[in-house]
């Protein structure tokens, strides 16, 4: 295992709670200190499911597969909040409400795009681009990589602990268990799905660009839909989905979809998240000019890693031009 490779695991370690809660806007720049709790789960979370995939040859697909699997642990048992009805007393499972199920329908689809999406798919491709000599093969040995799940499963149990001391609120065995069904269905699916195949068909890909610009629009159709709309909002989010996915699909099958694309959807995300923080306010309340000064530190920080990580990936496609596989 070389240092380089090391360093990359550990910058994924604490990209992905920065990307999940800091550039999101959730937490001002005064709550950084919390970086180091937030990181095993969320960062530990990243790294795992970033190396499973790779190790076992497998790749986006399979990645955004076990970040669904994720949202379960980390919405489902872990702060439970698909289930509880006053989660951070902002009674978010009242728009589009499946009282069968004990959910929102709205808050379970945003939370599936939070965490799929952005905690752990922008956070992978930035740093895999700022990474891009190592971005298709594991970083880690088995030694590390059990160091990094233990990381998880140690940020999953102290999040189970605080959520306890801090709300009451217990979902039902039969919400546990369906949620338990689900995260294995869904890591079973993961590695059910073929590897990725040679990449096929002539027509052309748009510039890196217009990739990150498609994906920036899509996330902000994903977080503006209104929730008051109840069904309404749930379906223009689900569209902003299907649209990402089967466009992903079919032009990352392409030949000249390239490691700078895949760069600039995790661009385009982390873009959205950094500017979509100016019209929100952090969980725990601060100064506003201090939040705003935050806001506008943490996108400056995010804009200058999605430069070098477009030099240092362009770089390497010269050092590398023939590449056989979907990024």
Do not use: K
């Not at 070389?2 to 990209?15: E, G, H, K």
């Not at 298709?136 to 088995?142: A, H, I, M, Q, V």
């Amino acid at each position: 295992m070389s240092q380089r490779s090391i360093a990359a695991a550990v910058t994924l370690f604490f990209v992905a709670p920065l990307v999940a809660e800091f550039l999101l806007g959730d937490f001002s720049i005064t709550m950084l200190g919390l970086l180091l709790l937030f990181a095993p789960m969320y960062g530990g979370g990243a790294v795992l499911i970033r190396e499973t995939a790779r190790r076992s040859g497998r790749g986006w697909p399979s990645m955004l597969l076990l970040a669904a699997a994720y949202t379960l642990i980390e919405e489902g048992f872990t702060t439970q909040s698909l289930f509880n009805p006053n989660y951070l007393h902002m009674h978010f499972l009242r728009y589009a409400w499946i009282p069968a199920l004990g959910m929102g329908a709205w808050w379970t689809l945003l939370m599936f795009n939070v965490h799929v999406f952005w905690s752990m798919g922008v956070s992978i491709a930035l740093v895999e681009g700022l990474f891009p000599a190592r971005a298709r093969t594991p970083w880690l040995g088995s030694v590390g990589t059990g160091v990094f799940a233990a990381l998880f499963l140690l940020g999953v149990a102290a999040g189970v602990v605080m959520g306890l001391r801090m709300n009451r609120f217990r979902a039902s065995p039969t919400q546990f268990s369906i949620t338990a069904v689900a995260c294995v269905l869904l890591i079973g699916a993961a590695f059910a799905i073929p590897r990725p195949a040679a990449p096929r068909g002539s027509l052309p890909v748009p510039p890196p660009w217009a990739i990150g610009a498609a994906a920036f629009v899509l996330g902000a159709f994903v977080f503006f839909a209104p929730p008051m709309l109840n069904w309404g909002a749930v379906i223009i989010m689900a569209i902003a989905d299907l649209l990402f996915l089967v466009f992903l699909w079919g032009l990352s099958r392409r030949h000249d979809w390239t490691p700078l694309h895949t760069l600039s959807i995790g661009a385009g995300g982390a873009l959205f998240y950094g500017v979509h923080a100016f019209f929100g306010h952090p969980v725990i309340p601060s100064p506003l000019w201090i939040v705003r000064a935050g806001n506008a530190v943490f996108l400056a920080l995010t804009i200058a890693a999605i430069v070098l990580a477009a030099r240092r990936t362009r770089r390497a496609m010269l050092a590398a031009p023939a590449n056989p596989l979907p990024a």
